[in-house]
Nanobody
């Protein structure tokens, strides 16, 4: 059984910064891809950022230049530094880890950007 635990969510002002963390516990094989998704009220869940085994990263256009994704394979963790936050970044953020066989989701953490 694999359990992903997210932390770092909360309320921040526009222009502020926040860091999300996600760590896997339990028995897990080699992790291929790690990523972050988000879902705003009334919208579909969307991919925010991904990071691959070779360190290559991809970002949604809406966050490019503002967010940074990183991984720590030894800790089985993925992080995302979120800078210059905007009200439209308000959403529930979910981490996702992919092994050769399975996909695992975090429980979600609320990010609210408001004055």
């Amino acid at each position: 059984q694999v359990h992903l635990v997210e932390s770092g969510g909360g309320l921040v002002q526009p222009g502020g910064s926040l860091t999300l963390s996600c760590a896997a516990s339990g028995s897990i094989d080699s992790i291929n891809v790690m990523g972050w998704f988000r879902q705003a009220p009334g919208k579909e869940r969307e991919l925010v950022a991904t990071i691959y085994n070779n360190g290559q990263t991809n970002y949604a256009d809406s966050v490019k230049g503002r967010f940074i994704i990183a991984r720590d394979n030894a800790k089985k963790a993925v992080y995302m530094q979120m800078n210059s936050l905007k009200p439209e970044d308000t959403a529930v953020y979910y981490c996702k880890l992919e092994t050769f066989r399975f996909h695992y989701w975090g429980q979600g953490t609320q990010i609210t950007v408001s004055s």
